[in-house]
């Protein structure tokens, strides 16, 4: 229940190419679903994030789509560059409103932008 | 965005001996901070919940008499490695959220701490 499968675990796009990550969850309590993006040896950074009151959210060349009855979302890199090459984390948790941030992440994606 | 230090960076310490790491936030008052460990090529697992001026929530399977986790202040978390061992070797890092910012949801980590034990 508390699972979040990430997927794939590797993706290589060419540079100017959509990248899209796929994660799905079963737990129905998730309110908040971050996606960070981790370079070698460093800590993960908040890209993006979205809650499940919209299908979808972008900023900038980042986008998540969310579908609330499938139980899945996705990120979608467009535009892809070679210094978006990174690993990925999608993650969830529950309890937004009160503060809670117990996050369950995802296994990662690791992505590789072919110049 | 608001910042989160670690300290150390990295560090390598012989079997058997105690290693403490920091976690402060720099420029906000965090309530609550988090505990994950990430072994290469891996997500990460949290360890432990800690909550200023109590005591930490660890996760299952998480030994609390091996991780000791003290929270003392709200700008500090400090998670002590007890008779680590090579298996112990690994990135230990840390989350924090701002206390008075509770509908922004967002989680600010640190760089990390690599541990690596002979």
């Known amino acids: 229940q508390q699972q979040v499968k990430q997927s794939p675990q590797s993706l290589i796009v060419q540079k100017g190419g959509i990248s899209i990550i796929n994660c799905a969850y079963e737990?129905?309590?998730?309110?908040?679903f971050p996606w960070y993006q981790q370079f070698p040896g460093k800590g993960p950074a908040l890209l993006i994030a979205i809650r499940p009151d919209v299908s979808e959210k972008k900023e900038g060349r980042f986008t998540i789509s969310f579908n609330k009855s499938a139980k899945q979302f996705s990120l979608h890199i467009m535009d892809s560059q070679p210094g978006d090459s990174a690993t990925y984390f999608c993650?969830?948790?529950?309890?937004?409103?009160?503060?809670?941030?117990?996050?369950?992440f995802g296994q990662g994606t690791r992505l590789t932008i072919n110049p | 965005g608001a910042v989160v230090s670690q300290h150390p960076s990295w560090v390598i310490c012989k079997s058997g001996t105690s290693v403490k790491i920091e976690c402060r936030s720099l420029?906000?008052?965090?309530?609550?901070m988090f505990w994950y460990r990430q072994f290469p090529k891996q997500s990460l697992m949290l360890m432990a919940t800690s909550n200023e001026g109590s005591k930490a929530t660890y996760e299952q399977g998480v030994e609390k008499d091996k991780f000791l986790i003290n929270h003392a202040s709200l700008t500090l978390s400090t998670l002590t490695v007890t008779s680590a061992h090579p298996e112990d070797s690994s990135f230990y890092i840390c989350?924090?959220?701002?206390?008075?910012?509770?509908?922004?949801?967002?989680?600010?980590f640190g760089e990390g701490s690599r541990l690596t034990v002979l």
């Open positions: 420029d906000f008052q965090a309530t609550t």
């Open positions: 993650a969830a948790s529950s309890g937004y409103a009160q503060g809670a941030q117990k996050l369950v």
């Open positions: 737990n129905t309590a998730f309110d908040y």
């Open positions: 989350s924090a959220r701002d206390g008075l910012a509770r509908a922004t949801g967002e989680l600010f």
